[in-house]
């Protein structure tokens, strides 16, 4: 049996040290005799992608459906240069800088920071306006004067700093429309070791989230979006979520409340809310939205004539998260202030591994409508897949070039039963 595995991988055109060097999240699995060389289970994964296998790119934040079945932010980390200190997106004032600094993970890309003042500080700050979360890793290394972590809102917290790396987090509002990360030594000659600064957008948390702990060089880092049971057309779904950009018309969408909007004649748009309630739209078109606890509710109508549209709301809570866009079906919650916001269209390719597979080798994908909850698996090659707009991606199989064609057609042909080669 051995032997017939390595064969049929060898054919393949891979070697077996690199299936051996994938991810934890791509699996060796048999059936019928035939190998797969990469298998990604995206219902599993939550929060990252293999970098040895997929890329990705979102500039800009995204809301997911947790665990908990709350809508949060996708991974993110606002700050540039969150582990340069010496760049100038930092500002230092009384505050020296010393670099390769032992961190807490066994390399050399802590910093130390000392205070020649009675107040020495760093900090940065960036535009906000929903929830944040900061999170940095601190370890004392001289004196004993106190050490301050500023909340969102740039009020100071005092952190017990001792000689162990400790990862310090607060939590809350920002301050107006900006988030704040400072840190204070309150004496001069004090020292600190710092490393892995972040100002994430969350909605509820308030201790770090795993995800959000990426270094950011020039730009903030915004991950890709895993739903886990999110609610699409009233059909639970699952996976690495791919969508194309779109603009949440109605305001202040956590908090909801009658308001007018303006609309374009004749374009066609969905409202939809999420859990119990009532939403009524008067003027452009006319519609009734009556939640239940659960799920999403949503109507799609043209615009006709009057560019102005009513949306008077009765008993909708807080995540309800209203949403009126363009388009014949409802995406992920964008969450609104006093102005529209737009998300982003994800950016999501084959890199690394999957890249250097022969163009015409097998590729079976599993994934669900967001439009309609609908799920297919469809063959590829290589040479003709690409991530496409509009889905939960739930898993992805890469079949050795051996495997017959009528066989891989008639096992992507069904979504019964695990996806194999």
Request: charged share 10%.
């Amino acid at each position: 049996m051995l032997r017939k595995v390595l064969a049929l991988i060898a054919a393949c055109g891979l070697a077996l040290t690199l299936v051996s060097q994938a991810p934890a999240a791509n699996k060796m699995m048999f059936a019928g005799g035939y190998a797969p060389a990469v298998y990604t289970d995206f219902t599993a994964i939550n929060s990252t992608l293999p970098p040895s296998l997929y890329g990705y790119s979102g500039p800009s934040l995204r809301t997911i459906t947790d665990a908990t079945g709350a809508i949060t932010y996708a991974p993110n980390n606002l700050l540039t240069y969150s582990n340069t200190i010496t760049n100038g997106a930092w500002t230092k004032v009384s505050i020296t800088v010393t670099v390769g600094v032992a961190d807490p993970f066994g390399g050399t890309n802590a910093s130390t920071i000392t205070s020649t003042g009675a107040l020495g500080y760093i900090y940065q700050s960036k535009p906000n306006t929903n929830s944040g979360l900061n999170a940095i890793w601190i370890k004392r290394r001289t004196g004993t004067a106190v050490v301050s972590l500023s909340t969102p809102g740039n009020v100071d917290i005092t952190q017990p700093v001792t000689s162990s790396w400790t990862q310090f987090y607060t939590s809350g509002a920002p301050f107006g429309v900006q988030s704040y990360l400072v840190i204070k030594l309150n004496s001069v000659g004090d020292a600190v070791d710092i490393y892995g600064a972040t100002i994430s957008v969350v909605t509820y948390e308030t201790s770090p989230r795993p995800g959000d702990q990426v270094i950011t060089t020039s730009a903030a880092y915004y991950g890709p979006a895993f739903d886990i049971n999110a609610p699409s057309a009233s059909v639970p779904a699952s996976g690495l979520r791919d969508e194309a950009t779109a603009t949440n018309l109605y305001l202040n969408s956590g908090a909801p409340a009658t308001q007018t909007m303006t609309v374009v004649d004749g374009t066609t748009y969905t409202g939809s809310i999420l859990g119990t309630g009532t939403q009524a739209f008067t003027g452009a078109f006319t519609a009734t939205l009556i939640g239940a606890a659960g799920t999403l509710t949503q109507t799609t109508q043209a615009a006709a004539t009057v560019t102005s549209l009513v949306a008077t709301d009765t008993g909708l809570t807080s995540t309800a998260f209203p949403q009126v866009e363009v388009g014949s079906f409802a995406t992920s919650r964008i969450i609104t202030g006093v102005s529209a916001v737009s998300r982003a269209a994800d950016v999501i390719g084959i890199t690394g591994f999957l890249a250097s597979l022969a163009t015409t080798n097998p590729i079976i994908v599993e994934r669900q409508s967001i439009a309609t909850g609908a799920i297919s698996r469809t063959l590829y090659t290589k040479n003709t897949f690409a991530f496409a707009t509009g889905y939960w991606y739930r898993k992805l199989i890469v079949c050795p070039a051996s495997d017959p064609t009528a066989r891989l057609t008639a096992i992507a042909g069904t979504t019964q039963g695990p996806l194999h080669c």
